[in-house]
Nanobody, 119 residues
């Protein structure tokens, strides 16, 4: 089991910045990737950014050049630096950990943190 706790959400004006943090605990050794997803009201949850064990990152097209994902070497924390925020970035942001082992794969989720961008 992996437990994830997010922090850092809030209200920000258009063009502003926020930094989300997520603390991971439990079966850290099983984590193959850490990431952030978001879900706006009435919409499906979507990938924002992922960082894999080897350090490779991937981003949604909508956030490329504005958001940066990073983590610590121990894989116990993952961060999302969000710059040049737009109203369409308003969502609940969820931390995600992909756990893998012989013959199994499982997604773990945090409780979510609200990000609201106002014009």
């Amino acid at each position: 089991q992996v437990q994830l706790v997010e922090s850092g959400g809030g209200l920000v004006q258009t063009g502003g910045s926020l930094r989300l943090s997520c603390a991971a605990s439990g079966s850290i050794f099983s984590i193959s990737a850490l990431g952030w997803y978001r879900q706006a009201p009435g919409k499906q949850r979507e990938l924002v950014a992922l960082i894999y064990s080897g350090g490779t990152t991937t981003y949604a097209d909508s956030v490329k050049g504005r958001f940066t994902i990073s983590r610590n070497n121990a894989k116990t924390a993952v961060y999302l630096q969000m710059n040049s925020l737009k109203s369409e970035d308003t969502s609940v942001y969820y931390c995600n950990a992909e756990g893998r082992g012989p013959g199994w794969r499982r997604d773990y989720w945090g409780q979510g943190t609200q990000v609201t961008v106002s014009s």
